[in-house]
């Protein structure tokens, strides 16, 4: 009997919400480089007597996440206590939430295997709170082998929004897409920076194989589940995923029995190692915290979440494509943030060509920001002077070459557009009349067989007249009136003897 | 006259008039305490250098024609659970030894805002478990009535330090009786709050949805001045109620009412509890007695005696709460692990850390507690333990309701005897958490409540005996306006006269010209 193992995935992931303050109390939540233990207070030290007070921001970006996931947000919802031993823990739980989440039963859609539109389910939205950071003597920074631990606190009780999917996913490379699309989400939103390196998105993976008779379909044995932890990118993801089909394979091939069990991603060595088992998982006691009352989400926050939420990241991509007419690739691209999105529309509203200006996002405003290591609003060039230049390109008043002459002479040297277009002396053509006249003789006269099949009707689609236009672009170092040439090989060609 | 047996609203006036000054009110009180303190150990901590530069910066104030504020003066007892920047707050625990608070409790700004001086922490049983102050780490207290007796508790320091007169004003705290019950034993007023009052902001929590802070006093009107400074909304606490507080002083003087001025109770329905009726085992006999004097004389004052059933209340309200208060004391005293703060044992595996810190950290009662409190929220027993009180608990919340439609208030013991000998509850659990069989419904259902000593035993040295009224909600200017018109009749709360101390002072005062002085309070 032939067999197939199918993977099933489900993801977990933990995002940092964007507030300013923790979650619980209004430290600062931006530890990043910050000296250990100075962003805390009682609160969030868990000293004896403080109390929790949610943070209302908190509330409404796990709101905003929920409803672009199109989740229902719960009327009442409630936060619970999770009760374990760790140092990083200093109130020995973790506010967070179980039977009464933020949000339930929502949606993801992603270009699943096979390049189809896949939806992912998502079970449940709810939030807690960051634990704090344990740096161990160990050489490695691991606790093996670690004579000293040292904590830090300042992450402590910075608010995290968990988003659980369904077990929907059936390939690494899906739940890399799935990864990709909701950190294109948070971000859009404002809801997350989603960073991966620096911890703000952080995923679980819970995976787990059914073995099926190739022959009939015929589902023989699902395999116990195993959560993956500890993946770091979008790579890591991928790598580990791979790496765990592999290996449970490989246990039920050789007739072994999969446990359920946490495993742990090694980065460096390119495999997942166990953590515990089934039998060692804690005994968490959730029970709902008597220091918080249940949270009321208004109908009014509600609808004013809903008004400020932006235009979903495929819904514009969609537009793009489908009103615009750009690829699909390139779609995706503009649509990737919402502020290049922008950008790119605003260019468009001054009347130039969408493709073009597609064209000139993505190549040459995108190279800058590159080589310069900006952000598209710190970007100099506003997208009306964009636009503007590109419309001279579309209506023939300016070659690409001169264009992008002027582009780089505004970028460079922080020229306006009237007087980079001197500058690159592609003010409207300069080279017209006679001498442009001239450029085209000569050019028809170095091309005699092209000229010949034109005129012999053998030109329908116009693709030698355009050959020939090149030629004189480049003859003029396209400072040529674009419109005016095609005129003037056409008034030539037919003066021609 | 001696400054101990004054109230608080007369030194806050005698100091504004300047009749004596903040800090002769402080020495006093350091003075009686150093009598006293051998025989009753109500103070775990004194602290007369912050607390003479509070007095001073009182006295200052009156000096230069400022208004110190309401409480100017007064010198306060705080339970040892309630934090005070830069005393120790030990919660009775040796898991807290050492610990000083970098923060102050909403209380303590309140109280030093109002010219209050902080002079002392309040012996407690540990981490608030108890009916006795026997669990505190450090010593039990003594009852000033009878030192062979127990105070009651938890809030047993707090109590004795207004009984004994050290000073006119203390607060404890009341999670199941901890403020009404040593109050009932100490003859004193106790007054719980209702629950979201009185903000929790700095008081070390044993069970967050019960726990209230509140006040004892020898006078009505010194409960009412506290708490009108007191109970303000906090936003620290999110349990803080944001209603607007009543003015409490309004309510004090009922018979001022045009038409009632002979019956200042007439209108009023204060209710008995028909379970207690025929429960003659219930509760003792001279209780039993107090309470009807106590009943009788609210009918003299016009009040009309009705009956209501608590059935639900009072058979399942005490193992619902030794249900959910233990589970939510098993979550919050989670934290004393050792990493941060206290106690710390030096191991060097984490898990050891935890065990001998935990281990030697924690008496037996608090133990106790959290093993229970562990055991009814963990998996396969939640919903039988946690999950069945909590639905008690509404239930008792709702009968409470019911019974308000048909009275005002309602009168019970607020313990079934008197204040027990030391030693003797100790080793019987069960018998000891019947001591608040009648007082921690009214936390289950938030309610307020109020203390208030009925009369004595009689006997060679006799006790005090409390009565207890309940509430509803918010109810507290009802509380105070009853507790008002009883101690026109019955007087004002008497000092324990503690005239067994004389010889203990001149056991001190001989001691320390011997040169052998055993370090008094100071």
Redesign the interface.
């Known amino acids: 009997m032939k067999y197939t193992y199918q993977p099933v995935i489900g993801l977990e992931i933990h995002v940092q919400l964007a507030t300013a303050t923790k979650i619980f109390c209004s430290c600062s939540t931006d530890y990043i480089g910050a000296e250990p233990n100075t962003n805390v207070c009682p609160v969030c030290l868990g000293l004896p007597g403080a109390l929790p007070v949610l943070n209302g921001k908190a509330v409404e970006l796990g709101i905003k996440a929920a409803m672009a996931l199109s989740c229902t947000v719960k009327d009442k919802t409630v936060f619970h206590r999770k009760n374990y031993f760790y140092p990083d823990l200093p109130k020995a739980y973790q506010i967070s939430q179980y039977d009464l989440p933020l949000a339930e039963g929502g949606e993801l859609f992603i270009s699943g295997d096979g390049d189809t539109l896949k939806r992912i389910r998502i079970t449940r939205l709810h939030l807690e709170e960051d634990a704090g950071k344990l740096v161990h003597s160990a050489a490695d920074g691991r606790l093996e082998g670690a004579e000293f631990s040292f904590v830090d606190y300042n992450r402590g009780g910075v608010p995290l929004a968990e988003i659980v999917s369904e077990p929907d996913l059936r390939s690494p490379g899906e739940a890399r897409e799935y990864v990709t699309s909701l950190r294109r989400l948070v971000r859009y939103l404002g809801v997350s920076d989603g960073d991966m390196e620096r911890g703000s998105m952080r995923v679980d993976a819970n995976i787990s194989l059914q073995k099926t008779d190739a022959a009939t379909g015929e589902i023989l044995y699902w395999g116990e589940r195993a959560e993956i932890k500890n993946m770091n990118s979008l790579r890591a993801i991928e790598h580990a995923l791979e790496y765990e089909i592999r290996r449970q394979i490989d246990v039920m091939e050789a007739g072994g029995v999969l446990e359920r069990e946490t495993r742990h991603w090694n980065d460096g060595e390119g495999t997942t190692t166990s953590m515990r088992s089934k039998e060692a998982a804690h005994d968490y006691r959730y029970f709902p915290d008597p220091d918080l009352p249940p949270i009321e989400a208004s109908s009014a926050l509600l609808e004013q979440v809903s008004a400020s939420l932006p235009e979903m990241p495929w819904a514009r991509e969609a537009r793009f494509r489908n009103e615009l007419g750009l690829p699909e690739a390139d779609a995706a691209l503009l649509a990737e943030t919402p502020q290049l999105a922008d950008y790119f529309e605003s260019c468009v509203l001054t009347g130039a060509s969408p493709s073009r200006i597609s064209n000139w996002v993505r190549t040459e405003v995108l190279r800058v920001l590159n080589e310069r290591n900006i952000s598209i609003e710190s970007f100099s060039m506003q997208p009306k002077t964009l636009g503007s230049l590109v419309l001279l390109v579309d209506e023939g008043k300016l070659s690409t070459t001169a264009a992008r002459e002027t582009f780089n002479a505004m970028i460079e040297k922080g020229l306006p557009l009237e007087k980079a277009l001197e500058a690159s002396g592609g003010a409207g053509g300069k080279v017209s009349g006679d001498a442009l006249a001239d450029t085209i003789r000569a050019v028809l006269a170095s091309a005699p067989d092209v000229v010949e099949e034109i005129l012999g009707g053998k030109d329908d689609k116009g693709k030698k007249k355009k050959f020939l236009t090149g030629l004189v672009m480049k003859e003029t170092r396209g400072q040529a009136d674009a419109a005016a040439v095609g005129e003037l090989i056409e008034k030539l060609l037919n003066e021609k003897p | 006259m001696s400054l101990c047996s004054l109230s608080a609203v007369e030194i806050a006036r005698g100091i504004r008039n300047r009749d004596f000054s903040a800090l002769e009110i402080l020495r006093s009180f350091y003075q009686r305490a150093e009598t006293l303190e051998p025989s009753l150990h109500a103070l775990l901590h004194c602290a007369p250098e912050i607390a003479e530069k509070h007095a001073a910066d009182v006295d200052a104030a009156v000096a230069r024609g400022e208004d110190p504020g309401p409480l100017a003066g007064v010198p306060v007892v705080l339970k040892d659970?309630?934090?005070v920047r830069g005393m120790p707050?030990t919660?009775a625990s040796r898991i807290?030894q050492g610990?000083i608070?970098?923060?102050d409790?909403t209380v303590t700004e309140l109280l030093e805002t109002s010219g209050a001086v902080v002079a002392a922490k309040g012996n407690m049983d540990e981490f608030a478990m108890g009916s006795s102050t026997e669990f505190s780490a450090f010593g039990p207290v003594s009852n000033p009535w009878d030192t062979e007796r127990v105070p009651g508790g938890s809030s047993g320091g707090s109590a004795v330090s207004v009984a004994a007169g050290y000073t006119p004003l203390a607060l404890g705290s009341d999670t199941g009786g901890s403020i009404r019950q040593p109050a009932s034993f100490c003859g004193i007023y106790g007054l719980k709050p209702t629950y979201g009052l009185v903000s929790?902001?700095?008081?070390?929590?044993f069970?967050?949805?019960l726990d209230q802070i509140g006040p004892f006093a020898r006078t009505v009107e010194d409960l009412a001045l506290s708490l009108s400074v007191i109970a303000r909304p906090d936003?620290?606490?999110?349990?803080s109620s944001r209603r607007e507080r009543p003015d409490y002083f309004e309510a004090l003087a009922p018979w001022k009412t045009p038409g009632r001025e002979n019956a200042p109770l007439s209108g009023k329905r204060i209710a008995v509890v028909k379970e207690l009726q025929n429960r003659k085992d219930a509760v003792s006999a001279e209780v039993e007695d107090v309470l009807q004097k106590t009943l009788a004389l609210c009918r003299e004052e016009g009040a009309e005696i009705v009956e209501i059933s608590l059935p639900v209340s009072l058979e399942f309200g005490l193992p619902c709460y030794y249900i959910l208060a233990p589970?939510?004391a098993?979550?919050n005293l989670?934290?004393?692990?050792g990493?941060?703060?206290g106690l710390s044992s030096d191991e060097k595996s984490?898990v050891n850390l935890?065990f001998k810190t935990r281990g030697s950290g924690f008496g037996s009662e608090v133990k106790r507690r959290i093993l229970t409190g562990?055991y009814v929220?963990?998996?396969g027993y939640?919903d039988a333990y946690?999950l069945t009180a909590q639905k008690v608990r509404q239930l008792m919340k709702r009968e409470f309701a019911a019974a308000f439609a048909g009275c005002d208030l309602i009168a019970l013991p607020t313990a079934p005897s008197p204040a027990f000998r030391k030693g003797e509850l100790v080793d019987d659990p069960i018998q000891m958490y019947l001591a608040d069989v009648f007082t921690l419904p009214v936390n289950l259902a938030g309610l307020p409540a109020l203390s208030l000593n009925g009369g004595f035993t009689s006997g060679e040295k006799p006790l005090p005996v409390g009565v207890q009224f309940i509430a509803p909600k918010w109810g507290e200017p009802e509380l105070l306006s009853t507790a008002a018109v009883l101690e026109k009749k019955l007087g004002k709360a008497k000092t324990a006269p503690c005239d067994w101390a004389e010889t203990s002072a001149e056991r001190a005062a001989n001691a320390k010209t011997a040169g052998s002085e055993r370090g008094g309070v100071r």
């Not at chain 2, 929790?200 to 929590?205: E, I, K, T």
């Open positions: 659970n309630m934090c707050a919660c807290l610990w608070p970098p923060y409790a929790r902001w700095g008081l070390v929590a069970a967050s949805s936003p620290r606490d999110a349990t589970a939510e098993s979550s989670a934290r004393f692990d990493v941060r703060y984490l935890y562990t929220l963990s998996s939640y946690y």
